[in-house]
Protein backbone atom coordinates (compact mmCIF):
# COMPACT_ATOMS: atom_id res chain seq x y z
CA UNK A 1 0.00 0.00 0.00
CA UNK A 2 1.27 2.83 -0.80
CA UNK A 3 0.58 6.70 0.48
CA UNK A 4 0.59 9.46 -1.30
CA UNK A 5 1.46 13.17 -0.09
CA UNK A 6 1.90 15.45 -2.70
CA UNK A 7 2.12 18.29 -0.72
CA UNK A 8 5.58 20.31 -1.11
CA UNK A 9 5.10 21.73 2.14
CA UNK A 10 3.63 20.47 4.86
CA UNK A 11 1.29 23.66 5.81
CA UNK A 12 -0.13 23.82 2.37
CA UNK A 13 -3.63 22.94 1.87
CA UNK A 14 -4.61 19.59 0.55
CA UNK A 15 -7.24 19.60 -1.99
CA UNK A 16 -8.42 16.04 -3.61
CA UNK A 17 -10.19 15.68 -6.97
CA UNK A 18 -11.91 12.45 -7.72
CA UNK A 19 -12.02 12.57 -11.50
CA UNK A 20 -11.00 13.93 -14.61
CA UNK A 21 -14.36 14.90 -16.06
CA UNK A 22 -15.69 18.56 -16.77
CA UNK A 23 -16.57 18.45 -13.09
CA UNK A 24 -13.11 17.45 -11.75
CA UNK A 25 -10.76 19.15 -14.57
CA UNK A 26 -12.99 22.30 -14.38
CA UNK A 27 -12.37 22.70 -10.49
CA UNK A 28 -8.57 22.26 -10.53
CA UNK A 29 -7.81 24.31 -13.49
CA UNK A 30 -9.81 26.86 -11.37
CA UNK A 31 -7.24 26.52 -8.65
CA UNK A 32 -4.34 26.91 -10.32
CA UNK A 33 -3.21 30.04 -9.11
CA UNK A 34 -4.34 28.61 -5.55
CA UNK A 35 -1.52 28.52 -2.59
CA UNK A 36 -2.87 24.73 -2.23
CA UNK A 37 -1.59 20.89 -3.21
CA UNK A 38 -3.93 19.29 -5.62
CA UNK A 39 -4.45 15.65 -6.70
CA UNK A 40 -6.66 14.55 -9.43
CA UNK A 41 -7.27 10.67 -9.31
CA UNK A 42 -9.54 9.43 -11.30
CA UNK A 43 -9.94 5.81 -13.17
CA UNK A 44 -8.91 7.15 -16.76
CA UNK A 45 -5.61 8.87 -18.07
CA UNK A 46 -7.78 11.08 -19.89
CA UNK A 47 -10.51 14.21 -20.07
CA UNK A 48 -13.10 12.90 -21.87
CA UNK A 49 -15.36 14.98 -23.89
CA UNK A 50 -18.60 12.88 -23.96
CA UNK A 51 -20.99 15.06 -25.75
CA UNK A 52 -18.70 13.66 -29.15
CA UNK A 53 -18.49 9.99 -28.17
CA UNK A 54 -21.14 8.96 -30.95
CA UNK A 55 -18.86 11.05 -33.29
CA UNK A 56 -15.86 8.25 -32.28
CA UNK A 57 -18.78 5.22 -32.42
CA UNK A 58 -20.02 6.40 -35.96
CA UNK A 59 -16.13 7.06 -36.87
CA UNK A 60 -16.47 10.75 -37.62
CA UNK A 61 -13.62 11.32 -35.30
CA UNK A 62 -10.95 9.59 -33.60
CA UNK A 63 -11.17 9.22 -29.66
CA UNK A 64 -7.38 10.91 -28.75
CA UNK A 65 -9.33 14.00 -29.96
CA UNK A 66 -12.13 14.02 -27.81
CA UNK A 67 -9.67 12.33 -24.87
CA UNK A 68 -6.81 14.55 -24.13
CA UNK A 69 -4.20 13.24 -21.44
CA UNK A 70 -5.60 15.04 -18.24
CA UNK A 71 -1.52 14.80 -16.78
CA UNK A 72 -0.90 16.73 -20.36
CA UNK A 73 -3.27 19.01 -20.32
CA UNK A 74 -1.94 20.11 -16.33
CA UNK A 75 1.56 19.66 -17.18
CA UNK A 76 2.50 23.49 -16.60
CA UNK A 77 -0.54 23.86 -13.23
CA UNK A 78 3.02 23.41 -10.97
CA UNK A 79 0.64 22.62 -7.92
CA UNK A 80 -0.96 20.31 -9.64
CA UNK A 81 -0.75 16.00 -9.44
CA UNK A 82 -2.22 13.76 -11.39
CA UNK A 83 -2.89 10.00 -9.75
CA UNK A 84 -4.17 7.14 -12.47
CA UNK A 85 -6.26 5.29 -9.68
CA UNK A 86 -10.06 3.83 -8.93
CA UNK A 87 -10.94 5.15 -5.83
CA UNK A 88 -13.00 2.71 -3.59
CA UNK A 89 -12.88 4.19 -0.35
CA UNK A 90 -13.54 7.93 1.19
CA UNK A 91 -12.75 8.12 4.95
CA UNK A 92 -14.20 11.69 5.78
CA UNK A 93 -13.13 11.16 9.30
CA UNK A 94 -9.60 10.15 8.92
CA UNK A 95 -9.88 12.47 5.38
CA UNK A 96 -8.43 10.74 3.44
CA UNK A 97 -9.02 8.91 0.01
CA UNK A 98 -8.35 5.25 -1.30
CA UNK A 99 -7.61 4.19 -4.58
CA UNK A 100 -6.17 1.24 -6.42
CA UNK A 101 -4.48 0.42 -9.64
CA UNK A 102 -4.24 -3.10 -10.38
CA UNK A 103 -3.07 -4.53 -7.18
CA UNK A 104 -1.53 -1.10 -5.79
CA UNK A 105 -3.77 0.35 -3.02
CA UNK A 106 -2.77 4.22 -2.65
CA UNK A 107 -4.56 6.39 0.50
CA UNK A 108 -4.25 10.37 -0.64
CA UNK A 109 -4.99 12.42 2.55
CA UNK A 110 -7.28 16.08 2.13
CA UNK A 111 -8.11 18.98 3.85
CA UNK A 112 -11.22 19.92 0.92
CA UNK A 113 -12.37 17.27 -1.44
CA UNK A 114 -14.18 17.74 -4.59
CA UNK A 115 -15.98 14.31 -5.92
CA UNK A 116 -16.60 14.66 -9.84
CA UNK A 117 -17.01 10.61 -10.38
CA UNK A 118 -19.65 11.49 -12.74
CA UNK A 119 -22.18 8.79 -13.86
CA UNK A 120 -22.53 5.53 -15.52
CA UNK A 121 -25.23 4.21 -17.63
CA UNK A 122 -27.77 2.52 -15.84
CA UNK A 123 -29.99 -0.55 -17.16
CA UNK A 124 -32.65 -0.09 -14.75
CA UNK A 125 -31.54 -3.60 -12.69
CA UNK A 126 -31.00 -5.48 -15.44
CA UNK A 127 -27.05 -5.42 -15.60
CA UNK A 128 -27.18 -8.38 -18.02
CA UNK A 129 -28.28 -6.35 -21.15
CA UNK A 130 -24.56 -4.69 -20.74
CA UNK A 131 -22.95 -7.65 -22.43
CA UNK A 132 -25.78 -7.42 -25.89
CA UNK A 133 -25.88 -3.32 -25.98
CA UNK A 134 -23.04 -1.59 -24.67
CA UNK A 135 -23.79 1.98 -23.08
CA UNK A 136 -21.93 5.37 -24.46
CA UNK A 137 -19.96 6.29 -21.71
CA UNK A 138 -16.54 5.87 -21.99
CA UNK A 139 -14.52 5.60 -24.98
CA UNK A 140 -14.14 2.06 -24.62
CA UNK A 141 -17.56 1.99 -25.23
CA UNK A 142 -17.23 4.39 -28.20
CA UNK A 143 -14.70 2.03 -29.98
CA UNK A 144 -16.56 -1.43 -29.15
CA UNK A 145 -19.72 0.06 -30.96
CA UNK A 146 -18.02 1.13 -33.74
CA UNK A 147 -16.70 -2.42 -34.24
CA UNK A 148 -19.77 -3.75 -33.20
CA UNK A 149 -21.44 -1.89 -36.27
CA UNK A 150 -19.13 -2.34 -39.10
CA UNK A 151 -18.86 -5.98 -37.58
CA UNK A 152 -22.45 -6.58 -38.31
CA UNK A 153 -22.03 -5.10 -42.18
CA UNK A 154 -18.98 -7.43 -42.74
CA UNK A 155 -20.99 -10.53 -41.25
CA UNK A 156 -23.77 -9.63 -43.31
CA UNK A 157 -21.83 -9.53 -46.43
CA UNK A 158 -20.81 -13.09 -46.03
CA UNK A 159 -23.90 -14.59 -45.33
CA UNK A 160 -26.83 -16.08 -47.61
CA UNK A 161 -28.86 -16.45 -45.50
CA UNK A 162 -32.17 -13.38 -45.97
CA UNK A 163 -33.29 -13.73 -42.12
CA UNK A 164 -29.83 -13.81 -40.98
CA UNK A 165 -28.51 -10.96 -43.04
CA UNK A 166 -31.76 -9.03 -42.12
CA UNK A 167 -31.05 -8.91 -38.72
CA UNK A 168 -27.21 -7.99 -39.12
CA UNK A 169 -28.30 -4.94 -40.96
CA UNK A 170 -30.92 -3.86 -38.13
CA UNK A 171 -29.61 -1.28 -35.69
CA UNK A 172 -31.37 -0.63 -32.65
CA UNK A 173 -30.90 2.25 -30.44
CA UNK A 174 -32.67 2.52 -26.93
CA UNK A 175 -33.34 5.45 -25.76
CA UNK A 176 -34.50 8.62 -27.57
CA UNK A 177 -32.76 10.98 -25.50
CA UNK A 178 -30.17 13.22 -27.19
CA UNK A 179 -27.52 10.39 -27.57
CA UNK A 180 -29.72 7.92 -28.96
CA UNK A 181 -31.09 10.33 -31.32
CA UNK A 182 -27.52 11.41 -32.61
CA UNK A 183 -26.51 7.92 -32.69
CA UNK A 184 -29.77 6.26 -34.78
CA UNK A 185 -28.88 9.28 -37.28
CA UNK A 186 -25.56 8.56 -37.43
CA UNK A 187 -25.71 5.20 -38.11
CA UNK A 188 -28.43 5.90 -40.94
CA UNK A 189 -25.65 8.95 -42.26
CA UNK A 190 -23.16 6.23 -42.28
CA UNK A 191 -24.91 3.30 -44.06
CA UNK A 192 -26.37 5.38 -46.74
CA UNK A 193 -23.41 7.91 -47.35
CA UNK A 194 -20.21 6.43 -46.39
CA UNK A 195 -20.53 2.70 -47.00
CA UNK A 196 -22.96 3.07 -49.89
CA UNK A 197 -21.21 1.09 -52.87
CA UNK A 198 -18.19 -0.11 -50.86
CA UNK A 199 -19.66 -4.07 -50.27
CA UNK A 200 -20.78 -6.50 -53.15
CA UNK A 201 -23.24 -8.71 -51.73
CA UNK A 202 -25.52 -6.36 -49.74
CA UNK A 203 -26.36 -3.07 -50.29
CA UNK A 204 -25.35 -1.50 -46.49
CA UNK A 205 -28.45 1.31 -47.64
CA UNK A 206 -31.37 -0.65 -46.68
CA UNK A 207 -29.82 -1.19 -43.16
CA UNK A 208 -33.15 -0.58 -40.57
CA UNK A 209 -31.99 1.90 -38.21
CA UNK A 210 -34.69 1.71 -35.00
CA UNK A 211 -34.68 4.30 -32.14
CA UNK A 212 -37.23 3.21 -29.79
CA UNK A 213 -38.38 4.55 -26.29
CA UNK A 214 -40.85 3.64 -23.53
CA UNK A 215 -41.83 7.59 -24.09
CA UNK A 216 -44.23 8.94 -25.79
CA UNK A 217 -41.87 11.14 -27.66
CA UNK A 218 -38.25 11.56 -28.78
CA UNK A 219 -35.77 14.66 -27.25
CA UNK A 220 -38.85 15.08 -24.90
CA UNK A 221 -37.44 17.65 -22.48
CA UNK A 222 -37.10 19.96 -25.28
CA UNK A 223 -40.73 20.19 -25.57
CA UNK A 224 -43.22 19.22 -28.23
CA UNK A 225 -42.35 21.67 -31.06
CA UNK A 226 -38.54 20.84 -31.00
CA UNK A 227 -39.50 16.96 -30.55
CA UNK A 228 -42.12 16.61 -33.31
CA UNK A 229 -39.51 18.78 -35.65
CA UNK A 230 -36.66 15.91 -34.63
CA UNK A 231 -38.99 12.78 -35.22
CA UNK A 232 -39.64 14.19 -38.64
CA UNK A 233 -36.02 14.71 -39.26
CA UNK A 234 -35.28 11.15 -38.04
CA UNK A 235 -37.82 9.93 -40.28
CA UNK A 236 -36.84 11.21 -43.16
CA UNK A 237 -33.11 9.62 -42.63
CA UNK A 238 -35.14 6.72 -43.14
CA UNK A 239 -35.08 5.73 -38.85
CA UNK A 240 -38.01 3.89 -37.76
CA UNK A 241 -39.11 5.53 -34.07
CA UNK A 242 -40.93 3.55 -32.16
CA UNK A 243 -42.32 5.04 -29.11
CA UNK A 244 -44.37 4.12 -26.22
CA UNK A 245 -42.53 0.84 -26.72
CA UNK A 246 -40.74 -0.87 -23.32
CA UNK A 247 -37.63 -2.91 -24.08
CA UNK A 248 -38.68 -6.24 -21.43
CA UNK A 249 -35.91 -8.33 -22.85
CA UNK A 250 -32.64 -8.53 -24.51
CA UNK A 251 -29.74 -11.56 -26.21
CA UNK A 252 -27.56 -11.79 -28.87
CA UNK A 253 -29.73 -12.13 -31.20
CA UNK A 254 -32.27 -9.59 -30.20
CA UNK A 255 -34.97 -7.29 -28.29
CA UNK A 256 -38.00 -8.45 -26.75
CA UNK A 257 -40.29 -5.53 -26.78
CA UNK A 258 -43.81 -4.70 -24.88
CA UNK A 259 -45.79 -1.87 -26.91
CA UNK A 260 -48.46 0.08 -24.51
CA UNK A 261 -51.46 -1.63 -25.62
CA UNK A 262 -49.81 -4.59 -23.62
CA UNK A 263 -48.62 -6.36 -27.36
CA UNK A 264 -45.20 -8.01 -26.44
CA UNK A 265 -42.91 -8.73 -29.59
CA UNK A 266 -39.70 -9.12 -31.02
CA UNK A 267 -37.17 -7.71 -32.50
CA UNK A 268 -33.82 -9.72 -34.80
CA UNK A 269 -31.50 -7.49 -34.37
CA UNK A 270 -27.24 -8.30 -33.47
CA UNK A 271 -26.22 -4.83 -32.87
CA UNK A 272 -27.79 -3.00 -30.25
CA UNK A 273 -26.97 -0.04 -28.44
CA UNK A 274 -28.22 1.00 -25.04
CA UNK A 275 -28.45 5.11 -24.05
CA UNK A 276 -31.29 4.65 -21.94
CA UNK A 277 -30.61 5.89 -18.60
CA UNK A 278 -27.87 6.94 -16.02
CA UNK A 279 -26.90 6.11 -12.23
CA UNK A 280 -24.73 7.92 -10.61
CA UNK A 281 -21.31 7.02 -9.34
CA UNK A 282 -21.17 4.25 -6.25
CA UNK A 283 -18.93 6.47 -4.29
CA UNK A 284 -22.43 8.28 -3.74
CA UNK A 285 -23.09 5.35 -1.66
CA UNK A 286 -19.77 5.15 0.39
CA UNK A 287 -20.72 8.97 1.37
CA UNK A 288 -24.16 7.83 2.36
CA UNK A 289 -22.69 4.89 3.59
CA UNK A 290 -20.44 7.40 6.35
CA UNK A 291 -22.27 9.85 6.32
CA UNK A 292 -26.08 9.37 6.59
CA UNK A 293 -26.55 12.09 3.13
CA UNK A 294 -29.68 10.90 1.16
CA UNK A 295 -29.57 10.04 -2.57
CA UNK A 296 -32.09 10.20 -5.20
CA UNK A 297 -33.30 7.51 -7.40
CA UNK A 298 -30.34 7.59 -9.87
CA UNK A 299 -27.81 7.73 -6.71
CA UNK A 300 -27.05 11.26 -6.89
CA UNK A 301 -26.06 12.51 -3.68
CA UNK A 302 -28.21 15.17 -1.47
CA UNK A 303 -26.02 18.11 -1.49
CA UNK A 304 -26.31 21.32 0.33
CA UNK A 305 -26.75 24.88 -1.40
CA UNK A 306 -22.81 25.23 -1.30
CA UNK A 307 -22.58 21.54 -3.40
CA UNK A 308 -21.01 19.72 0.39
CA UNK A 309 -22.51 17.03 2.19
CA UNK A 310 -24.09 18.17 5.13
CA UNK A 311 -21.95 18.25 8.23
CA UNK A 312 -19.51 17.57 5.77
CA UNK A 313 -18.38 21.38 4.43
CA UNK A 314 -15.35 20.18 3.29
CA UNK A 315 -16.15 17.38 1.22
CA UNK A 316 -18.00 18.96 -2.15
CA UNK A 317 -19.78 16.90 -4.46
CA UNK A 318 -20.23 18.35 -8.13
CA UNK A 319 -21.28 17.41 -11.81
CA UNK A 320 -23.59 14.21 -12.47
CA UNK A 321 -22.87 13.03 -9.22
CA UNK A 322 -24.85 15.42 -7.08
CA UNK A 323 -28.75 16.14 -7.02
CA UNK A 324 -29.73 19.90 -7.14
CA UNK A 325 -33.12 20.76 -8.28
CA UNK A 326 -33.40 22.49 -11.69
CA UNK A 327 -29.22 21.84 -12.54
CA UNK A 328 -29.43 18.64 -15.53
CA UNK A 329 -26.90 16.37 -15.65
CA UNK A 330 -24.94 18.14 -18.57
CA UNK A 331 -21.27 19.91 -19.03
CA UNK A 332 -22.49 23.58 -17.87
CA UNK A 333 -23.77 22.08 -14.60
CA UNK A 334 -20.39 20.03 -14.08
CA UNK A 335 -18.04 22.79 -14.95
CA UNK A 336 -20.34 25.27 -12.92
CA UNK A 337 -20.25 23.26 -10.00
CA UNK A 338 -16.47 22.37 -10.27
CA UNK A 339 -15.47 26.16 -10.47
CA UNK A 340 -17.72 27.11 -7.51
CA UNK A 341 -16.27 24.21 -5.10
CA UNK A 342 -13.08 25.35 -6.37
CA UNK A 343 -13.50 29.68 -5.30
CA UNK A 344 -15.04 28.06 -2.12
CA UNK A 345 -11.55 26.41 -1.34
CA UNK A 346 -10.05 30.15 -2.21
CA UNK A 347 -12.59 31.88 -0.20
CA UNK A 348 -11.78 29.79 2.81
CA UNK A 349 -7.96 29.91 2.23
CA UNK A 350 -8.69 33.69 2.74
CA UNK A 351 -11.02 33.14 5.62
CA UNK A 352 -14.59 32.76 4.64
CA UNK A 353 -16.67 30.42 6.93
CA UNK A 354 -19.03 27.54 5.23
CA UNK A 355 -21.41 29.89 6.73
CA UNK A 356 -20.96 32.51 5.07
CA UNK A 357 -20.67 30.75 1.11
CA UNK A 358 -23.04 32.09 -0.91
CA UNK A 359 -25.36 29.21 -2.65
CA UNK A 360 -24.43 27.56 -5.76
CA UNK A 361 -26.25 29.10 -8.63
CA UNK A 362 -26.53 27.45 -12.28
CA UNK A 363 -26.92 29.52 -15.40
CA UNK A 364 -28.50 27.93 -17.75
CA UNK A 365 -26.64 28.48 -20.59
CA UNK A 366 -29.15 26.25 -23.01
CA UNK A 367 -29.39 23.31 -24.39
CA UNK A 368 -28.56 21.49 -28.09
CA UNK A 369 -28.79 17.88 -29.80
CA UNK A 370 -27.50 16.90 -33.40
CA UNK A 371 -29.93 14.75 -35.68
CA UNK A 372 -27.85 14.48 -38.77
CA UNK A 373 -26.07 16.28 -40.85
CA UNK A 374 -27.11 20.28 -41.63
CA UNK A 375 -29.85 19.80 -39.04
CA UNK A 376 -29.58 20.22 -34.67
CA UNK A 377 -32.11 21.70 -32.82
CA UNK A 378 -31.67 23.82 -29.95
CA UNK A 379 -33.26 25.73 -26.99
CA UNK A 380 -31.54 29.34 -25.03
CA UNK A 381 -33.00 30.19 -22.34
CA UNK A 382 -34.48 34.55 -23.05
CA UNK A 383 -33.10 36.46 -20.27
CA UNK A 384 -35.60 38.18 -17.79
CA UNK A 385 -38.28 36.06 -19.27
CA UNK A 386 -39.43 32.40 -18.40
CA UNK A 387 -39.61 31.57 -22.54
CA UNK A 388 -36.72 29.82 -24.47
CA UNK A 389 -35.83 30.94 -28.10
CA UNK A 390 -36.19 27.81 -29.92
CA UNK A 391 -34.96 26.89 -33.41
CA UNK A 392 -33.98 23.50 -35.45
CA UNK A 393 -32.27 22.84 -38.79
CA UNK A 394 -29.33 24.10 -40.32
CA UNK A 395 -28.24 27.23 -38.68
CA UNK A 396 -28.58 24.99 -34.83
CA UNK A 397 -26.42 22.63 -36.32
CA UNK A 398 -23.86 25.07 -36.94
CA UNK A 399 -24.16 26.51 -33.27
CA UNK A 400 -23.72 22.81 -32.00
CA UNK A 401 -20.40 22.53 -34.22
CA UNK A 402 -19.40 26.03 -33.23
CA UNK A 403 -19.73 25.30 -29.45
CA UNK A 404 -18.52 22.17 -29.61
CA UNK A 405 -14.97 23.47 -30.97
CA UNK A 406 -14.97 26.03 -28.21
CA UNK A 407 -15.26 23.16 -25.58
CA UNK A 408 -12.87 20.89 -26.65
CA UNK A 409 -9.68 20.60 -24.70
CA UNK A 410 -6.63 21.56 -27.08
CA UNK A 411 -5.81 24.04 -30.33
CA UNK A 412 -4.81 20.81 -32.01
CA UNK A 413 -7.87 18.84 -31.32
CA UNK A 414 -9.99 21.45 -32.22
CA UNK A 415 -7.96 21.97 -35.38
CA UNK A 416 -7.99 17.94 -36.27
CA UNK A 417 -12.01 17.96 -35.52
CA UNK A 418 -12.76 20.45 -37.70
CA UNK A 419 -10.96 19.15 -40.70
CA UNK A 420 -12.33 15.91 -39.72
CA UNK A 421 -15.98 17.58 -40.10
CA UNK A 422 -15.62 19.54 -42.74
CA UNK A 423 -14.64 16.17 -44.95
CA UNK A 424 -17.31 13.75 -43.50
CA UNK A 425 -19.82 16.31 -43.79
CA UNK A 426 -19.15 17.74 -47.41
CA UNK A 427 -18.00 14.25 -48.74
CA UNK A 428 -19.17 10.67 -47.93
CA UNK A 429 -15.94 10.20 -46.22
CA UNK A 430 -15.30 9.14 -42.43
CA UNK A 431 -11.69 8.73 -41.61
CA UNK A 432 -11.61 6.82 -38.47
CA UNK A 433 -13.49 3.39 -39.52
CA UNK A 434 -10.50 1.15 -38.38
CA UNK A 435 -11.59 -1.26 -35.04
CA UNK A 436 -9.47 -4.19 -33.24
CA UNK A 437 -10.82 -7.14 -32.52
CA UNK A 438 -9.66 -6.34 -28.89
CA UNK A 439 -11.69 -3.16 -29.32
CA UNK A 440 -14.96 -5.27 -29.68
CA UNK A 441 -14.17 -8.16 -27.58
CA UNK A 442 -11.94 -7.30 -24.79
CA UNK A 443 -14.59 -5.69 -22.63
CA UNK A 444 -15.85 -8.56 -20.75
CA UNK A 445 -12.79 -9.86 -20.12
CA UNK A 446 -11.59 -6.71 -18.63
CA UNK A 447 -14.92 -6.44 -16.37
CA UNK A 448 -14.05 -9.96 -15.04
CA UNK A 449 -10.41 -8.99 -14.32
CA UNK A 450 -11.68 -5.84 -12.90
CA UNK A 451 -14.09 -7.30 -10.35
CA UNK A 452 -11.23 -9.50 -9.38
CA UNK A 453 -8.58 -6.75 -8.77
CA UNK A 454 -11.92 -4.99 -6.78
CA UNK A 455 -12.32 -7.85 -4.37
CA UNK A 456 -8.18 -8.53 -3.89
CA UNK A 457 -7.72 -3.94 -2.81
CA UNK A 458 -11.23 -4.32 -0.68
CA UNK A 459 -9.34 -7.94 1.00
CA UNK A 460 -6.14 -5.91 1.75
CA UNK A 461 -8.39 -3.20 3.14
CA UNK A 462 -10.06 -5.47 5.68
CA UNK A 463 -7.20 -7.02 6.65
CA UNK A 464 -5.17 -4.03 7.59
CA UNK A 465 -8.64 -2.43 9.46
CA UNK A 466 -8.10 -5.83 11.72
CA UNK A 467 -4.42 -5.34 12.32
CA UNK A 468 -5.13 -1.77 13.04
CA UNK A 469 -8.26 -2.69 15.12
CA UNK A 470 -5.95 -5.56 16.98
CA UNK A 471 -2.78 -3.09 17.67
CA UNK A 472 -5.30 -0.96 19.01
CA UNK A 473 -6.83 -3.56 21.56
C1 LIG B 1 -22.85 10.17 -24.79
C2 LIG B 1 -23.04 11.44 -24.00
C3 LIG B 1 -23.39 12.61 -24.66
C4 LIG B 1 -23.55 13.79 -23.94
N1 LIG B 1 -23.87 14.94 -24.62
C5 LIG B 1 -23.94 16.11 -23.94
C6 LIG B 1 -24.15 17.34 -24.64
O1 LIG B 1 -24.33 17.36 -25.85
N2 LIG B 1 -24.17 18.49 -23.91
C7 LIG B 1 -23.97 18.49 -22.56
O2 LIG B 1 -23.94 19.56 -21.94
N3 LIG B 1 -23.78 17.35 -21.88
C8 LIG B 1 -23.74 16.16 -22.54
N4 LIG B 1 -23.53 14.98 -21.85
C9 LIG B 1 -23.44 15.03 -20.38
C10 LIG B 1 -22.09 15.49 -19.90
O3 LIG B 1 -21.06 14.85 -20.62
C11 LIG B 1 -21.99 15.18 -18.41
O4 LIG B 1 -23.02 15.88 -17.75
C12 LIG B 1 -20.65 15.61 -17.84
O5 LIG B 1 -19.61 14.88 -18.45
C13 LIG B 1 -20.61 15.40 -16.34
O6 LIG B 1 -19.35 15.76 -15.86
P1 LIG B 1 -18.76 15.08 -14.55
O7 LIG B 1 -17.45 15.73 -14.29
O8 LIG B 1 -19.77 15.08 -13.48
O9 LIG B 1 -18.56 13.55 -14.93
P2 LIG B 1 -17.72 12.90 -16.10
O10 LIG B 1 -17.43 13.86 -17.19
O11 LIG B 1 -18.46 11.65 -16.43
O12 LIG B 1 -16.35 12.53 -15.40
C14 LIG B 1 -16.27 11.56 -14.39
C15 LIG B 1 -14.81 11.31 -14.10
O13 LIG B 1 -14.70 10.54 -12.92
C16 LIG B 1 -13.84 9.44 -13.13
N5 LIG B 1 -14.27 8.38 -12.22
C17 LIG B 1 -15.48 7.79 -12.13
N6 LIG B 1 -15.50 6.92 -11.11
C18 LIG B 1 -14.29 6.98 -10.52
C19 LIG B 1 -13.69 6.32 -9.43
N7 LIG B 1 -14.36 5.43 -8.70
N8 LIG B 1 -12.41 6.59 -9.13
C20 LIG B 1 -11.71 7.50 -9.86
N9 LIG B 1 -12.23 8.17 -10.90
C21 LIG B 1 -13.50 7.91 -11.22
C22 LIG B 1 -13.98 9.11 -14.61
O14 LIG B 1 -12.87 8.41 -15.08
C23 LIG B 1 -14.07 10.53 -15.17
O15 LIG B 1 -12.79 11.07 -15.31
C24 LIG B 1 -23.37 13.78 -22.54
C25 LIG B 1 -23.03 12.60 -21.89
C26 LIG B 1 -22.86 11.44 -22.61
C27 LIG B 1 -22.48 10.16 -21.90
Known amino acids: MTTSDTSTSPARHRVVIIGSGFGGLFAAQRLKRADVDITLIARTTHHLFQPMLYQVATGIVSEGEIAPATRIILRKQRNATVLLGDVFEIDVNAQTVTSRLLERVTVTPYDSLIIAAGADQSYFGNDQFAEYAP ?4 IDHALELRGRILGAFEQAELSDDPAER ?5 FVVIGAGATGVEMAGQIAEMADRTLKGSFRHIDPTEARVILLDAAPAVLAPYGPKLSAKAKQRLEKLGVEVQLN ?15 SDGTVRRIEAQCKVWSAGVQASSLGSVLAEQTGVELDRAGRVKVGPDLTVPGNPNVF ?5 MAVDDVPGVAQGAIQGGRYAADAIKAGLRGQTPEQRKPFSYFDKGSMATISRYSAVMQVPLPFTKKKFETEGYFAWLGWLALHLVYLVGFRNRLNTFINWFFAFTTRGRTQLAVTEQQVYARTAMGALSALERREAEEIQEKLARAQRTRGA
Open 166 to 170: EKLLT
Open 245 to 259: AMVTDLDYDGIEVKD
Open 135 to 138: GMKT
Open 317 to 321: VVGDM
